[in-house]
């Protein structure tokens, strides 16, 4: 899930379509949820061998709970390993239907909330229960990767690794 498909809303997006491009290039049938697309969008996926499917909602806005809502489920059953960006999707997991094969989850962490303040406002309440939700996620996950050193280990998470960037030493 992303707000909008390519490089225009920046961060998770970029991460997200970069991995989509990049796991269709590995000849992966890659499906991409975003909110809204335009047909230039559409035209770039296809390009890339990424199937793009939206909500209809406004990308003004990153996504929320009530966004989830509008996925339909029906669309996504058939898929095989389910990869998800921190807490919203974990309600997309949580209502994912169930039945058939089991799927397989990829959790990316990308902030810890109990150590920032990423929205800016949250309170100690709202940051305990981001945290918990998090916590929650990665024992979803089959598989957690984190951007930063020590961060899945500061969640308690086992089955987990770190993206090194290009600039990170080895």
């Given at each position: 899930m992303a707000t909008a498909w390519g490089s225009k809303h920046g961060g998770i997006n970029v991460f997200n379509y970069r991995m989509c491009r990049g796991l269709a290039a590995l000849g992966h049938s890659v499906i991409c949820y975003v909110k809204e697309y335009t047909t230039g969008d559409l035209d770039d996926a296809q390009k890339q061998g990424v199937t793009l499917m939206a909500i209809q909602r406004s990308a003004d806005?990153?996504?929320?709970?009530?966004?989830?809502?509008?996925i339909k489920y029906g669309e996504v059953r058939e898929i095989d390993v389910l990869v998800v960006h921190d807490i919203l999707c974990k309600t997309f997991l949580d209502h994912f239907p169930t039945g058939g094969s089991r799927k397989l989850v990829a959790a990316f962490i990308h902030t810890l909330y109990r150590e920032t303040d990423y929205f800016g406002d949250l309170s100690d309440d709202d940051r305990n229960a981001k945290d918990a939700a998090q916590r929650e996620l990665m024992k979803m996950a089959?598989?957690?990767?984190?951007?930063?050193?020590?961060?899945?280990?500061?969640?308690?998470?086992?089955?987990?690794e770190t993206i090194r960037s290009k600039h990170q030493a080895s």
């Open positions: 806005r990153k996504w929320t709970l009530e966004d989830v809502g509008y089959d598989q957690a990767v984190a951007q930063r050193e020590g961060q899945l280990q500061r969640l308690g998470g086992s089955r987990s």
